[in-house]
C-alpha cells in the first residue's frame, strides 16, 4: 500500500460524502452551522448550482484521476474508500481472496500515482512523491 495514495483516497472519498465541502446554498448553510451561519465577505450567489458543495483542489485531481483509470482500479477505489474498507462480505460480492482485493488496492495506488504524475504541473510533482 502506498501511504500517500491511501490518505488521497481517504481525502477524496471524504469529500464525495460531503465532509469538508462548503455549502453554498442557504439551507445547506444552516444544516452545517447549525443554525444561523457566520457572515461572509466573499461574492453573494450561488457558485454551485446543484448545491452540492465544492470539491478541494485535490480531491478534484484524484477524482480525475481515477476517471482515466480502468473499470476494475475505479471499482475498488469506491468499494474500498467509499464503503469503509475491507470486509469478508466485500470481498465474496467481488468475488476476490483476501489477498487478490489487498493486491488489486497496491495496483490501484500504483495506477493512481502514474495518472496523477502525467496530469500533474512539473511544480506540483514534488507533492506526488516525483
Not at 32 to 49: C, H, L, M, N, Y
Not at 105 to 118: G, M, V
Amino acid at each position: 500500500m502506498i501511504k500517500q495514495m491511501d490518505d488521497l483516497l481517504i481525502h477524496w472519498a471524504d469529500q464525495l460524502r460531503g465532509k469538508g465541502m462548503r455549502q453554498c446554498s442557504p439551507i445547506g448553510k444552516l444544516v452545517e452551522f447549525g443554525g444561523i451561519p457566520p457572515r461572509s465577505t466573499g461574492a453573494k450567489g450561488s457558485r454551485d448550482p446543484l448545491n452540492l458543495g465544492e470539491m478541494d483542489e485535490m480531491s478534484w485531481a484524484v477524482d480525475c484521476a481515477l476517471r482515466s483509470l480502468n473499470y476494475r482500479d475505479q471499482t475498488m477505489a469506491h468499494e474500498h474508500y467509499r464503503g469503509h474498507g475491507y470486509s469478508d462480505e466485500k470481498c465474496r460480492r467481488l468475488g476476490m481472496a483476501r489477498q487478490t482485493y489487498y493486491d488489486a488496492l497496491q495496483r490501484l495506488h500504483e495506477n493512481l500515482l502514474i495518472a496523477l504524475r502525467k496530469q500533474a504541473s512539473p511544480k506540483s510533482l514534488m507533492d506526488f512523491g516525483a
